[in-house]
């Protein structure tokens, strides 16, 4: 595998359903990122990690967790989502928070029945 | 106030032709910028960056970065089909290292 991975690729999932999203960037970068793009929005940054430590939380509602258990790892758990939180999510990764040439995941398309 | 913007399109141009994408941004202290192109359901992937005013120029891509005017550009020379798309400009915020990005311009380039 190359570059960021992500799995699984669709997921569709109840409101009291517990599910998590995993990223794997094989870059040997230290940073990684969520993102959730939402149609005709802005990608929405949700979390920042540089050597596994969160340095970012842009207000993201708890019932998003993101987990750093190493600096090629990022999982995303979720539970208890609201339709509205249907979208893309994505993973990104780069060389550290000084570099800033981000490279995506292919993403995670999410539904919320 | 939005932070970057972008106009969505769509931007039709003839293939062959030059196609120009403009972005603004608000944060005067931004130092880095960043084009991006998406294919439909597929995840952004990093075609340029610039940092200094002026042009750059990789293949039949050119950015250009005008900071006086918080403006920045992405040229595409001999437009194809296959670089129909959305274009997302991002810019790395001075204060919190943050990448923010605009909400893209959908380019199509009809044959």
């Known amino acids: 595998e190359t570059g960021v991975t992500q799995t699984p690729r669709h997921l569709v999932m109840g409101m009291t359903n517990k599910k998590s999203l995993k990223c794997e960037q094989h870059?040997?970068?230290?940073?990684m990122y969520w993102y959730k793009q939402s149609a005709k929005k802005p990608l929405e940054l949700m979390f920042v990690y540089n050597f596994k430590e969160q340095t970012e939380n842009n207000s993201v509602p708890s019932r998003f967790s993101p987990e750093c258990p190493n600096s090629s790892h990022l999982f995303l758990h979720l539970h208890t989502l609201q339709p509205e939180d249907s979208a893309l999510y994505l993973c990104a990764s780069s060389q550290d928070l000084q570099y800033y040439e981000q490279y995506f995941g292919p993403g995670t398309r999410l539904t919320v029945t | 106030q939005k932070e970057v913007e972008q106009n969505s399109g769509p931007l039709s141009v003839p293939e062959g032709a030059i196609a120009s994408l403009n972005c603004t941004y608000s944060?005067?202290?931004?130092?880095?910028f960043f084009w991006y192109r998406q294919y439909s359901g597929k995840s952004p992937e990093l075609i340029m960056s610039?940092?200094?005013?002026g042009d750059k120029e990789d293949g039949r891509f050119t950015a250009q970065l005008n900071k006086a005017s918080q403006y920045v550009s992405l040229l595409i020379r001999d437009s194809q089909p296959s670089d129909s798309a959305t274009y997302l400009c991002a810019s790395l915020m001075e204060y919190g290292n943050k990448l923010v990005f605009g909400a893209g311009t959908i380019l199509r380039v009809k044959s």
């Open positions: 610039i940092y200094s005013n």
């Open positions: 944060d005067r202290g931004s130092q880095s």
């Open positions: 870059l040997g970068h230290n940073a």
